[in-house]
């Protein structure tokens, strides 16, 4: 057993943390499990059962000198219809939204999930939570995705942050996303945490209080 000095253990201690709630949705069968499930576990079935609510993962990254937790709620496909999103989306910093490029009526829906998201959720800042819009199963076909310039003009109209053709049979953009999502997560955080806290911290506020606000649910 090694000994670590004391100031060692020290500077370990001191490696700063996050926490993120990171949804992912879309409608039924794009592909939302198969893709948690390649990004955390690095696995890829064709059979996976369909959602039944929500299910959760965790993806632990090491981020420079920090280490971010991404807890993911795969949120079944129909749950757009029913009154349950609105307790799921809470305290959410981030979503991907995902169709399937073989299937029109699920990039139809995008917009659907993306009103809902912001209908019912919104950043102690007011702003709408970062969200990447996933092409999915772009290994079966690109017909939806293949003007790129278009689909970057859908994501500048409807407030994405950004756009990915994604695969997980072939685990292509999947992580790149991911990382994509993070790095607009933090740069939110950051923008909150200036012009939520005065140079001088007053006692009420508390840097472990999410920074979603689920107080603004509607």
């Not at 001191?14 to 592909?31: A, F, P, S, T, W």
């Not at 979503?95 to 029109?104: G, Q």
């Amino acid at each position: 057993m090694t000994n670590h000095p004391p100031h060692l253990n020290g500077m370990q201690s001191l490696r700063k943390e996050h926490l993120y709630k990171v949804l992912v949705i879309g409608d039924l069968g794009v592909g939302k499990t198969s893709i948690i499930r390649r990004y955390v576990h690095q696995t890829y079935s064709s059979n996976y059962r369909a959602t039944i609510g929500v299910d959760f993962a965790l993806k632990v990254l090491n981020w420079d000198s920090e280490t971010v937790r991404l807890q993911l709620w795969d949120i079944a496909g129909q749950e757009r219809f029913g009154n349950m999103t609105r307790v799921y989306y809470r305290e959410a910093m981030g979503a991907l939204i995902v169709f399937d490029v073989t299937r029109p009526s699920t990039f139809e829906a995008v917009l659907k999930w993306k009103q809902d998201l912001d209908s019912k959720l919104m950043l102690a800042n007011g702003q709408s939570i970062a969200t990447v819009l996933l092409a999915n199963k772009c290994d079966q076909g690109r017909e939806l995705t293949s003007n790129g310039i278009k689909m970057d003009q859908f994501c500048r109209d409807h407030g994405f942050a950004g756009w990915f053709e994604t695969s997980a049979k072939d685990n292509l953009n999947i992580n790149d996303a991911a990382n994509f999502l993070v790095k607009h997560i933090m740069a939110t955080e950051s923008d909150i945490l200036k012009s939520v806290v005065p140079d001088t911290i007053s006692p009420q506020f508390s840097p472990d209080r999410p920074l979603s606000c689920s107080g603004c649910l509607k």
